[in-house]
């Protein structure tokens, strides 16, 4: 069983930029999807992004594209998001969580991801 942990987040002054990291315990990991979710105060844990196992396909919520992307080096056993000119709606806790897929599959439903990370807090401030 992968375990996987988040780190990199911070309070940052919105317009910078913030890279967060997603690191699992296992070299399987190169078999998992894994995606970024987030989970604001008061709101329901929502999709930010996914990447492939082999990582040459990517996905983005319409409300992170342009702004956001996802890169992994599975020899690393790692996932990053880098999220550039952060807002301040950007506040919230930040999830990567993954499941065992094929070759160029990648997916937005929270259902699927059956490993989680515990979470890295990210606050921007106006």
């Known amino acids: 069983q992968v375990r996987l942990a988040e780190s990199g987040g911070g309070s940052v002054q919105a317009g910078n930029s913030l890279t967060l990291s997603c690191e699992a315990s296992?070299?399987?990991?190169?078999?998992?999807?894994v995606a970024w979710f987030r989970q604001a105060p008061g709101k329901e844990r929502e999709f930010v992004g996914c990447?492939?196992?082999?990582?040459?396909?990517?996905e983005y919520a319409d409300s992170v594209k342009g702004r956001f992307r996802i890169s992994r080096d599975n020899a690393q056993k790692t996932v990053w998001l880098r999220i550039s000119n952060l807002k301040p709606e950007d506040t919230a806790v930040y999830y990567c969580?993954?499941?065992?897929?094929?070759?160029?599959?990648?997916?937005?439903?929270?259902?699927?991801?059956?490993?989680w990370g515990q979470g890295t807090q990210v606050t921007a401030s106006s």
């Open positions: 969580a993954g499941y065992v897929g094929v070759t160029g599959e990648v997916s937005r439903a929270i259902g699927r991801y059956r490993y």
């Open positions: 296992e070299p399987s990991f190169s078999d998992y999807v």
């Open positions: 990447i492939s196992r082999g990582g040459t396909v990517t």
